[in-house]
């Protein structure tokens, strides 16, 4: 069950990154902001890829489903 939880806090927190992405994107142009939104964005992508898999690989291992 601890699992779930801290797979399924990974993906929201990997959710309100790519938020946040979408959010600086908007703003101008330069070399350190470019740096910045791809930072974002692969950590976004990389959070929410490990939360899913931590949530989806720790279901079955769940006795409380049955």
Known sequence: MKNIKIGTTLIIIGN???ITYIY???SGS???GDFFNGLLLGLSIGI???GIILT???I???DNWK
Do not use: Q, T
Request: hydrophobic share 45%; proline share 6%.
């Open 24 to 26: 600086f994107s908007k």
């Open 30 to 32: 330069s070399n350190f």
């Open 16 to 18: 309100i990154l790519y």
């Open 48 to 50: 929410n890829l490990i």
């Open 56 to 58: 989806v690989a720790s």
């Open 60 to 62: 079955p291992k769940n």
